[in-house]
């Protein structure tokens, strides 16, 4: 069914408003144009009804053709609406007083409405990007709360309560385990389930565009009906736990916030099974005077592991003296300094120990030689024998590997493909050359407590590993992760720095399930907290490691 949306935006000058209306900036994102309120006409949105929002603004520049302004609808991360304006265009000229004048006071008018099939009684996202170029200038996000059900129509149930009865059994009070049972909805739908096979039909739109859904197939003749069914089922479940979930979140009873991404036709036991069995921590290398050293609660030395003449100015004897050279400030953020590539996907491969190794080895040769460069995941998840591929690996021996070969190839020159075949691939060396400044003299192994931690990832990012099989990375938006996995590590991931939001200390931490996933690619984990065996959060602090050019 083709829908047909009213959509206008206007960016002009105005006076004003009084009137203001609770916003945010976009979790990752920098506020160039400093917007100062929100208005939003009328608060409660009905869906099929025109609403309009007025941003008022006063940029640090000006900014000239081209600028485009994207404004989307977004039901707990599922886009029911989107549409996008070059602001600067002669069809927008009668609306437009275009450049953006930097230091002045200017107004964003959007006008639009939610589609009638978004169901009533929920909390919908209103996202507005704006961007010069390439570049992205601003972001902000408004909550809105569609009129009820009950108000409209006298009912007694909204949509999330009628799925929560529907499903009376499923939601497993431990919120770990989340949503599981696969029992089939009614025959015939209501409102509400028409409005959850929209959103799905939305979802499938956004984040799977191909037939083909990681070995899941939608509609194509009646044996796959069942299938179809089943996914539905599943996501209908997900969907509700997420909105359960972020009840708590705007109640302030939880520090992070769900929202809904490409894994949502997975139940957590397929999540598990599919994505994290990456890092084999069995892989690692253990030395006699290492085992040792872990026995007698003694740090094995040197900390680096460099077999060449060059390297010894690098090696630090004894952890006091590398704390002694490494004062860390109070919060860090690499992405921000511009020494990190932009989030991969490692697809249906459990390579992650290759995406951890190669994005804390190119932050690394960003910081000695002043170019930021993507190398080549698919070059180690091929050609590395130490490790498994696709069936898991770990960042020491990606390391080594690249010493050993002389560097790594541009990711350019090698370009992933695993991710899509879910195979390891053939070893083809001869299709490129090594960038020979890429080879690391070593690594450092951090010692396993916050404060080294910290000190190294002041010094530059680190790749580490985590236990991430816990439903709550699944649907992972914002905020601080808290209390929410175990220190049996499966995933490796780099920490990229550290702070402190909302009075929690947290380590960020890059992932490698793309862009749509968390804030933009990123979790933030809580820092500081006392676990069993010291091991941090998640386990975090149990094999980190970073290479030493």
């Given at each position: 069914?083709i829908?047909y949306y009213?959509a206008?935006?206007?960016?002009?000058f105005?006076?004003r408003?009084?009137d203001?209306?609770?916003?945010a900036?976009?979790p990752g994102t920098?506020?160039?144009?400093?917007?100062?309120s929100?208005?939003l006409?009328?608060?409660?949105?009905?869906?099929n009804k025109?609403?309009?929002?007025k941003?008022?603004?006063?940029?640090?520049a000006?900014?000239d053709?081209p600028?485009?302004?994207?404004?989307?609808v977004?039901?707990?991360?599922?886009?029911v609406?989107?549409?996008?304006?070059d602001?600067c265009?002669?069809e927008?000229?009668?609306?437009v007083?275009?450049?953006?004048?930097?230091g002045?006071?200017?107004?964003?008018?959007?006008?639009?409405?939610?589609?009638?099939e978004?169901?009533?009684?929920?909390?919908a996202?209103i996202?507005?990007?704006?961007?010069?170029?390439?570049q992205?200038i601003s972001c902000?996000?408004?909550?809105?709360?569609?009129?009820?059900?009950?108000?409209?129509e006298?009912?007694?149930?909204?949509f999330?309560?009628?799925f929560?009865?529907?499903?009376?059994?499923?939601?497993?009070?431990?919120?770990s385990?989340?949503?599981r049972?696969e029992s089939?909805l009614?025959?015939?739908?209501n409102?509400h389930?028409?409005?959850m096979r929209?959103?799905?039909?939305?979802?499938l739109d956004q984040?799977?565009?191909?037939?083909?859904?990681?070995?899941w197939?939608?509609?194509?003749d009646?044996?796959?009906?069942e299938?179809?069914?089943?996914?539905?089922?599943?996501?209908?479940k997900?969907?509700?736990?997420?909105a359960?979930?972020?009840?708590?979140?705007?109640?302030?009873k939880?520090s992070?916030?769900?929202?809904?991404?490409?894994?949502?036709?997975f139940?957590?036991q397929?999540?598990?099974?599919?994505?994290?069995s990456g890092?084999?921590?069995?892989l690692?290398?253990?030395?006699?005077?290492?085992e040792?050293?872990?026995?007698f609660?003694k740090?094995e030395?040197p900390?680096i592991?460099?077999?060449?003449?060059?390297?010894e100015?690098?090696?630090?004897?004894?952890?006091?003296?590398f704390?002694?050279?490494?004062?860390?400030?109070?919060?860090?953020?690499?992405?921000?300094?511009?020494a990190?590539?932009?989030v991969?996907n490692?697809?249906s491969c459990?390579?992650?120990?290759?995406?951890?190794?190669i994005?804390s080895l190119?932050?690394a040769?960003f910081?000695k030689?002043?170019?930021l460069?993507?190398?080549?995941?698919?070059?180690?998840?091929?050609?590395?024998?130490?490790?498994?591929?696709?069936r898991?690996g770990?960042?020491?021996?990606a390391?080594?590997w690249?010493k050993?070969?002389?560097?790594?190839?541009?990711e350019?020159d090698?370009?992933?493909?695993s991710?899509?075949?879910?195979?390891?691939g053939?070893?083809k060396l001869?299709?490129c050359a090594p960038d020979?400044?890429?080879s690391?003299?070593?690594?450092?192994?951090?010692?396993h407590?916050?404060?080294?931690?910290?000190?190294?990832a002041a010094?530059?990012?680190v790749?580490?590993?985590i236990?991430?099989?816990?439903y709550?990375?699944?649907?992972y938006?914002?905020g601080?992760?808290?209390?929410?996995?175990?220190?049996?590590?499966?995933h490796?991931?780099?920490?990229?720095?550290?702070g402190?939001?909302?009075?929690?200390?947290?380590?960020?931490?890059?992932?490698s399930?793309g862009?749509s996933?968390g804030?933009?690619?990123?979790?933030?984990?809580q820092?500081?907290k006392?676990?069993?065996?010291?091991d941090?959060?998640?386990?975090?602090l149990?094999?980190?490691?970073?290479?030493?050019?």
């Amino acid at each position: 069914m083709i829908l047909y949306y009213y959509a206008a935006l206007l960016l002009g000058f105005f006076i004003r408003y009084s009137d203001a209306y609770p916003f945010a900036i976009c979790p990752g994102t920098t506020d160039h144009l400093h917007i100062s309120s929100v208005d939003l006409k009328p608060e409660k949105v009905q869906p099929n009804k025109p609403f309009s929002l007025k941003v008022v603004f006063k940029p640090d520049a000006t900014y000239d053709d081209p600028i485009t302004v994207d404004v989307s609808v977004k039901v707990y991360g599922v886009k029911v609406f989107q549409t996008k304006v070059d602001a600067c265009s002669s069809e927008a000229s009668q609306f437009v007083s275009c450049p953006i004048v930097g230091g002045k006071e200017q107004t964003l008018s959007v006008a639009t409405d939610v589609p009638s099939e978004v169901p009533k009684g929920i909390e919908a996202l209103i996202q507005i990007s704006i961007s010069h170029g390439s570049q992205s200038i601003s972001c902000l996000s408004v909550k809105i709360d569609t009129e009820s059900q009950k108000e409209l129509e006298g009912t007694n149930e909204n949509f999330i309560d009628y799925f929560l009865n529907t499903f009376p059994n499923e939601v497993n009070k431990d919120k770990s385990n989340g949503l599981r049972v696969e029992s089939a909805l009614p025959k015939e739908m209501n409102k509400h389930e028409s409005s959850m096979r929209f959103i799905f039909q939305k979802w499938l739109d956004q984040f799977h565009e191909t037939a083909e859904i990681d070995g899941w197939y939608p509609v194509k003749d009646d044996s796959s009906k069942e299938s179809f069914e089943q996914r539905f089922i599943i996501f209908a479940k997900n969907f509700v736990d997420i909105a359960v979930h972020n009840r708590l979140y705007d109640a302030g009873k939880v520090s992070y916030a769900k929202k809904m991404n490409q894994f949502g036709h997975f139940n957590p036991q397929e999540f598990r099974a599919l994505y994290l069995s990456g890092y084999r921590a069995d892989l690692k290398k253990r030395t006699f005077l290492g085992e040792l050293a872990k026995f007698f609660g003694k740090s094995e030395k040197p900390l680096i592991i460099p077999d060449s003449p060059s390297a010894e100015a690098r090696v630090f004897e004894t952890l006091e003296e590398f704390e002694k050279s490494n004062s860390a400030p109070d919060s860090v953020d690499w992405v921000a300094k511009g020494a990190v590539t932009p989030v991969k996907n490692q697809g249906s491969c459990g390579s992650c120990w290759a995406f951890s190794a190669i994005s804390s080895l190119e932050s690394a040769y960003f910081l000695k030689y002043g170019e930021l460069k993507s190398f080549s995941e698919q070059e180690l998840v091929s050609c590395e024998t130490d490790c498994y591929g696709c069936r898991g690996g770990i960042m020491n021996s990606a390391f080594d590997w690249i010493k050993a070969h002389g560097g790594v190839c541009a990711e350019n020159d090698y370009p992933y493909v695993s991710g899509t075949t879910g195979s390891n691939g053939f070893c083809k060396l001869s299709r490129c050359a090594p960038d020979p400044r890429s080879s690391p003299i070593g690594y450092v192994e951090v010692e396993h407590d916050e404060e080294s931690l910290k000190r190294a990832a002041a010094q530059q990012p680190v790749s580490v590993a985590i236990e991430a099989d816990e439903y709550a990375f699944q649907f992972y938006s914002h905020g601080v992760l808290t209390g929410e996995c175990g220190d049996k590590d499966d995933h490796g991931v780099v920490v990229v720095g550290y702070g402190n939001l909302d009075g929690i200390d947290y380590w960020k931490v890059r992932n490698s399930w793309g862009s749509s996933w968390g804030m933009d690619g990123y979790v933030l984990i809580q820092r500081g907290k006392q676990v069993p065996n010291d091991d941090g959060e998640c386990g975090i602090l149990i094999d980190p490691v970073y290479p030493v050019f």
